[in-house]
């Protein structure tokens, strides 16, 4: 079980977000004590908290922050500015459905229990304690998506992951990492290789400092090499997180997933997405019509600190790609597996979840 805890809520109402500032990994563990909505929106743009299902708990909390001062509003005024707040969130990233749909349940939560709420603390009240039971639901999927997604791991395999879809991703044990924390836990001898994730370097930063905290063996190999290690037999499934998945079961996950996905198929290696049901997206019917972040030439021409492109030569830098459903094997969500996903079993799955 990994020790780290990416994202915490320190005190009761009057409190704040205590975040890992990911950006400073693996060169220093700092904390990053948020206390309001902008302070929560730059962290989440810089990705100083990122993964789908973290982005989710911080924006949750965040909606926290933007109320914990306007406890003298009346109930209804608070639920306007609560609105405004969920809006400015809402703004931070464009790719992980997580962050919408955190923001949506905090606002239909509070509209919810508002008539009984006798002012503008008890709401506030009740916003804190929503946003806390996001975050724990979030650890317990987590266990669950670890447990299904373990029993596809046999002792002794060599897996493959890409960007960081571990603890520090998530409110609990991660996403893709999870079913290799559990395998471990039961006794399973595992290898990992992380891709080194171009261009902000999430498996090489992250998925590997992780891994090693928690004694599980893991290798860092640069993007392009995730075919030669396939083509030299030494994969046997790759595991990847999702940021949303389409009702079609197309899956979007950080740019160059895609491109394993790809390359699993080619050698017969089975390509297994894991993600929570708050992962999916049933308003969306197929992966091309899903949002595609693009971030700042800086990330690719001056990353970490050197210039490595010439000056005045352009470039494109799209966060995500979005792998089709045909190339997945599995979603191991946490109710179970989606094993060859289309829309009928997506449908399935969300309705047996009570999503849709
Ligand atoms: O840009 P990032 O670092 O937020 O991208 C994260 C990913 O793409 C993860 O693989 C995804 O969010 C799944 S996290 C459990």
Request: net charge negative; proline share 4%; charged share 20%.
């Amino acid at each position: 079980m990994p020790a780290v805890q990416t994202i915490t809520w320190e005190g009761a109402l009057s409190g704040h977000a205590r975040l890992i500032e990911q950006t400073l990994l693996p060169e220093r563990t700092e904390y990053l004590d948020v206390r309001d909505v902008p302070g929560m929106v730059d962290a989440i743009y810089r990705l100083a908290v990122r993964g789908a299902p973290a982005i989710g708990v911080a924006a949750a909390y965040g909606a926290v922050l933007g109320i914990q001062n306007e406890t003298g509003r009346s109930v209804p005024d608070l639920l306007r500015h609560l609105d405004e707040v969920c809006s400015t969130l809402a703004a931070a990233r464009p790719t992980a459905v997580n962050l919408f749909w955190a923001l949506e349940r905090m606002k239909r939560h509070a509209a919810a229990v508002a008539g009984g709420c006798a002012d503008g603390r008890a709401l506030a009240e009740e916003l804190l304690a929503e946003a806390q039971r996001v975050h724990a639901e979030d650890a317990d999927q987590c266990r669950r998506m670890g447990e299904h997604g373990a029993e596809l791991i046999r002792d002794g395999m060599t897996l493959l992951t890409h960007c960081n879809a571990g603890a520090l991703a998530t409110g609990g044990m991660g996403t893709a990492l999870a079913p290799m924390y559990v395998a471990a836990e039961q006794g399973k001898k595992i290898s990992v290789f992380a891709d080194e994730t171009r261009p902000l370097l999430q498996g090489a930063r992250l998925t590997s400092w992780e891994l090693n905290q928690a004694g599980i063996d893991v290798k860092v190999i640069t993007d392009g090499m995730a075919g030669r290690v396939m083509f030299e037999g030494r994969v046997d499934a790759v595991f990847v997180g999702s940021d949303r998945i389409a009702r079609n079961g197309d899956v979007c996950n950080k740019i160059g997933t895609y491109t394993v996905a790809v390359l699993a198929a080619r050698h017969g290696v089975p390509f297994y997405v894991v993600a929570p049901v708050s992962t999916f997206d049933a308003a969306t019917d197929s992966g091309d019509l899903i949002p595609i972040e693009e971030r700042a030439a800086e990330e690719i021409t001056n990353g970490f600190g050197r210039r490595t492109v010439p000056e005045g030569v352009g470039v494109y830098n799209p966060a995500f790609d979005v792998t089709p459903a045909e190339l997945v094997t599995a979603i191991v969500t946490e109710h179970g597996l989606i094993e060859r996903p289309n829309m009928a079993k997506v449908e399935a799955l969300l309705r047996q979840a009570g999503a849709m």
